[in-house]
């Protein structure tokens, strides 16, 4: 499989952009078979013409892609304008297969030994964890990752057409080789601890402690004494279940009650659960991007990046790494340049559980 072709612009039109990805999607073959589409949400109306443009001007039937308040292309983002960013691939016969909501896959993934999924789904789908679930024990011993929709206007998904609602997306088999990591961008500022008592999202007691007098200890002086200074730098943690590398889930807090010592937090808590506080922080997420780097560049063991995706939280980007596309040019930095599409999402998928303010990155390898 030769290299991935791809191009990116943004332009007052959506016409003006799309013309400039395909002028810089050299010697289209007809063995590229799956095509990888982002668009911003200022053009989120244009999907569907957007998509036959390509659909039109390139041999490529198959499409996946979603929508996103800003996108990803090779050491460049792009936000609050019209853009697009486009990838073709090119896969074995029968390597892969596209699905949209509710679909089973599973005899797809049981006659191929399919082990890694991509996906996009719909934030307000009421049932998303759950269907994150679903999709992903169809795959037995396979791997799901992807991105939820963003947008200031339509949540829309392409899988071959648009669609909307659900989880969409592409299923590979054992022939196509990936390697893929998660990079987080909050760290710990205090121990874990054990939910004690609760109530839905309410956290009354930590470590048989008021929770709110926990959660004061944990953050320190500089918070406690300003809890306006919480929202978007102190966040709850949830601990992920059996993870060999610590890894914890982050949800914002979303109510705080001093009077009766309780938190509220932007997920379903159970009883025992283990909790963790935690800052966002940009030299902290730089330097966990570093160590994410590192690890998937030591995995390759000589093997060369065809091209790549990268799904990062809405949180990060401009919004924590500034305006040079940072984010997107340490990936160059460490791992060279390659094609390289994607979006910035409001949730991001790995394995069966949906993250916050993290990034995603996936390699298609040969």
């Not at 109306?45 to 998509?51: G, H, K, N, R």
């Not at 956290?203 to 200074?229: C, H, T």
């Not at 390289?340 to 790995?350: D, H, M, T």
């Amino acid at each position: 499989m030769e290299n991935f072709k791809f191009g990116h612009a943004s332009a007052s039109t959506w016409q003006d952009a799309a013309e400039s990805c395909l002028s810089q999607l050299d010697d289209l073959s007809s063995s590229d078979n799956l095509g990888f589409l982002y668009v911003t949400d200022l053009i989120a109306a244009e999907l569907a013409d957007i998509l036959e443009f390509f659909k039109a001007n390139t041999p490529v039937t198959h499409w996946v892609g979603s929508v996103g308040s800003g996108i990803c292309a090779s050491g460049k983002q792009y936000f609050n304008i019209p853009a697009i960013a486009v990838m073709l691939g090119n896969f074995p016969e029968n390597s892969f297969h596209v699905f949209k909501e509710d679909e089973n896959i599973s005899k797809f993934a049981a006659n191929s030994q399919a082990l890694f999924t991509i996906v996009h789904g719909d934030p307000r789908h009421q049932q998303i964890d759950r269907e994150t679930v679903r999709i992903s024990t169809q795959l037995d011993e396979g791997f799901l990752v992807g991105g939820l929709t963003s947008s200031r206007h339509d949540l829309l998904q392409i899988a071959d057409d648009v669609t909307e609602g659900g989880l969409s997306g592409v299923i590979f088999s054992n022939e196509v080789e990936v390697s893929t990591r998660l990079t987080q961008s909050c760290s710990a500022i205090g121990s874990y601890h054990r939910v004690s008592e609760c109530n839905n999202n309410i956290i009354i007691r930590l470590d048989d402690e008021p929770a709110f007098d926990v959660f004061k200890q944990d953050i320190g002086s500089e918070f406690s004494e300003d809890l306006n200074k919480v929202a978007g730098n102190i966040f709850a943690a949830i601990a992920v279940k059996g993870s060999d590398t610590e890894d914890y889930m982050v949800r914002n807090i979303t109510g705080i009650d001093p009077e009766h010592n309780l938190l509220a937090i932007g997920d379903r808590i159970d009883l025992g659960m283990s909790i963790l506080f935690v800052r966002r922080d940009a030299n902290d997420a730089y330097k966990n991007m570093v160590q994410m780097l590192n690890q998937i560049k030591a995995s390759l063991k000589g093997r060369t990046i065809k091209g790549g995706l990268y799904y990062s939280c809405m949180g990060r980007g401009e919004n924590l790494f500034g305006y040079d596309s940072k984010e997107l040019k340490v990936i160059q930095q460490f791992l060279g340049d390659f094609p390289l599409v994607g979006f910035f999402a409001n949730g991001e998928i790995f394995y069966q559980r949906i993250y916050a303010y993290s990034g995603v990155l996936t390699l298609f390898l040969k």
